[in-house]
Each structure stands twice: as structure tokens, then as C-alpha cells.
């Protein structure tokens, strides 16, 4: 069974920084595509950034050149990492997992599983 343990989340102002992790169990993290996503308050769940099984990184245009998305496959871990944070980034982040390297690397319908979540919080 395929679960997803997200974290890492907390509440910093405003041009801090976060590292979120997500530790993968039941399956080798080098088998799927991965990504975070966020969902503010109210609003609809986004994808913020997404890494293929090749390696390949895809980014929102909102946290290019912010956020950095990376693995370690030897850990089954995910990772993303968020600097110069803004208001604008609060949400509750979830980590996921797909099976297939899909087209819309940021839309969530491309994944199978996902973690439980973990809140951002950023202060002006």
C-alpha cells in the first residue's frame, strides 16, 4: 500500500524560507512522477511544482526562481524547497505520487496518491 507523509510545514514572515518533505512508503520513489501542490483557503488546489521520474522539474509560474523541487530516491524522500516567501503562498501543501509522467505534470488529475498535507503560513 502506497502512502505519502507530508511535513515541514509552519509559519514564518514574509521573505523566510521552509524546506517540506515527503517520505514515500509502499513503492520505490523512483517509480513515479512526483509534485507538491497547495490549496489556500477557499480557493481551488494548485500545483506549485512537479518532478518526472527522468528528473525533469516543472514550476508555477508564481514560485519560479523561489521554490526548488528535488528527490533523493536513495531516502524515498520528496522535497521542496521555498525561499522568499509571501503572503501570497499560505495554503495547506500536499505532496503527490503518479504512476505516469503525464502531459499536465501540474494538474492533479496526473496523480494516484496523495499525502495528508501540511500548512503554510506566511506573515507580512
Known amino acids: 500500500q502506497v502512502q505519502l507523509a507530508d511535513s515541514g510545514g509552519g509559519s514564518v514572515q514574509a521573505g523566510g524560507s521552509l524546506k517540506l518533505s515527503c517520505v514515500v512508503s509502499?513503492?520505490?520513489?523512483?517509480?513515479?512522477?512526483m509534485a507538491w501542490f497547495r490549496q489556500p483557503p477557499g480557493k481551488e488546489r494548485e500545483g506549485v511544482a512537479a518532478?518526472?521520474?527522468?528528473?525533469?522539474?516543472t514550476y508555477a509560474d508564481s514560485v519560479k526562481g523561489r521554490f526548488t523541487i528535488s528527490r533523493d530516491n536513495s531516502k524515498n524522500i520528496l522535497l521542496l524547497e521555498m525561499n522568499t516567501l509571501k503572503p501570497e503562498d499560505t495554503a495547506m501543501y500536499y505532496c503527490?505520487?503518479?504512476?505516469?509522467?503525464?502531459?499536465?505534470?501540474?494538474?492533479?488529475?496526473?496523480?494516484?496518491?496523495w499525502g495528508q498535507g501540511t500548512q503554510v503560513t506566511v506573515s507580512s
Open positions: 503527490a505520487a503518479g504512476w505516469d509522467n503525464g502531459l499536465h505534470a501540474l494538474q492533479t488529475y496526473e496523480y494516484n496518491y
Open positions: 509502499g513503492e520505490f520513489l523512483s517509480n513515479f512522477a
Open positions: 518532478l518526472d521520474s527522468g528528473g525533469r522539474a
